[in-house]
């Protein structure tokens, strides 16, 4: 954990929105005051309402069963998510609702009632199940953003396989590592799909991927009709599974901690966690995060652009909005194909209402110029949201004045693939925002910003952020390390939960984050360990030694910088930079390339050994070289990079 630097902003602040107010579920500051406190004196009362308000097979005998760090909520209930999001919604008079409404790259629009929805899901459950997929078993998705990817996770949910879905831009190596890590029976994959006009070819990878890793079956859609290969004995095409697949299916009770998915996420060392969610709390927990900060009305579109390989797209492009009973929209491609105006044309066409998205992507937008997001009628948007990385205030500005028309509030929502849903987070009708601030924790929530020794800080001082809590959508344990998941989240600081984020409280209670404290860094929303990317250079033939850094990004938010000391007798070039970054692209996937590649001959270290990242990370953003260099084994090898850089920077 290195020190939290606290950097005070402008404190503008915008009133809570007088539409909201009137019909929002918490409608005012004092009502979310009022229900903070009574969450805060009784949450297993507050959670339970909660989970009243969705379907059980059988109720809980215990809400919460703590014992540092595990937490077991709804004990001895029995529910089933894939039911609640949509069975439950038929029950309600939502059958010919649509819920995914799905635009594609090229253009192609399809939409699925709620019935329609639930057919295809207990068609693909059945599917499953002939095949002999049983409750518990491992199951990899590795899909675009198509219907598919939410029918294959719900018929997952529904039979309760474990799914892990596997974003579709992480390589065949990063594919491989996750299958054998948590045991994966059965891979859901496409020919391929569609990115900035070209097709991404997901199946080649599975097939690459499956070479080091053998599973039981692969099931393959059908999306570019692209050429695959095929094994007979493995490979089976999802559509004629539905085809010979019957669409009744009687969703089972499933125990309310019954795992439910696995999703890897970068740490501190070099391999991923796999992220273990369970059903019951999770289920709580996106539900009512979705209903509260988004104030989900009965016409609403809701957009969230995450891609379903990350936590934001399982939690609200999928089970939040469902379990609302919300249409969901949900677009497989880049924002600027064929133009930087899709995202805006796809709001005007289908009338979204509410934008979650990427403070990287409004950076972009920002960039592309107003002309864009102007030539479209924007209307319909009545909430904007943000999400995965600290917002700069200009951003901020910018969407709520050339997006928001100046009328959509914006929820700023800070959590974790950990968290499973909206920790921090504004809620529209009755919370003031201020540009950068996530402001206030959701009811039930309990965070706390403390120093090291987990004594609370003052005011604008900055520190960890923690929680101290359990609550209901946490993680329950890191897949197959539950030591690592003790010793990370647990280990940290006494007794809470220590999500690696430094962050303040102002003087009206609300949370500035400031980013990571650890050794993960965030490029445009994404996380990855420096450990990770390390290990994927020094695999290179080339390559002696390296360290990785991140710099700070105008428009990503971080970037990668990797100081790298070459094999003996290797002459550096442009050339081998450029092979080093695309080395770093094949091994882990393209969001992992460094931005750039510095030579040196040696890198600094302290007498012990021990490569000093301070002194790189202040060289690589172009800072002075700041604090004690006394510990520092060779002070030439400092002396030589800062020179090296002061001739880069003179050439730029
Ligand atoms: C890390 C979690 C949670 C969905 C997407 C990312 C950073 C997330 C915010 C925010 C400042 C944020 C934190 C956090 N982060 N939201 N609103 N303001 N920082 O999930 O990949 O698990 O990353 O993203 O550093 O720890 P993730």
Redesign the pocket.
Known sequence: MSDIKSVLVENRSFPPSREFSESSRVASTEEYEALYKRADEDPEGYWSEVASELHWHKTWEQVLHWELPDAKWFVGGETNLAYNCLDHQITKGLGDKTAILFEGEPGDVRKLSFSELHAEVCRFSNALLGMGVVSGDRVAIYLPMIPEAAIAMLACARIGAIHSVIFGGFSAGSLSDRIADAGISTVITADGGYRRGSVLELKKNVDEALEKTPVERVIVVQRCKNEVNWDNERDHWYHDLMAAASSEHQAPALDSEHPLFILY?SGTTGKPKGILHTTGGYMCGVYQSTKLVFDIKDDDIFWCTADVG???GHSYVVYGALLNGTTTLMYEGAPNHPEPDRFWELIAKHKATILYTAPTAIRAFMRWGDTWPDKHDLSSLRLLG??????NPAAWEWYRERIGGNRCPIV???????TGSIMVSPLPGAIATKPGS?TRALPGVSIKIVNREGQPCDTNAGGFLVIDKPWPSMLRTIYGDHERFTKTYFGEIDGVYF???GARCDEDGYFW?M??VDDVI?VS???LSTMEVESALVSHPQVAEVAVVAKPDALKGQVIVAFVTPMGGVETSDALAIELRQHVAKEIGALARPEEIRFADALPKTRSGKIMRRLLRDLASGTKVQGDVTTLEDASVLSALAAQHDEDSDEA
């Open positions: 996420t990350w936590i934001t943000t999400v995965g990385e600290p917002i700023d929502t800070w959590w974790q693939t950990e996530c999500a690696g984020d984050v980013g990571r965030n929303g994404h996380r």
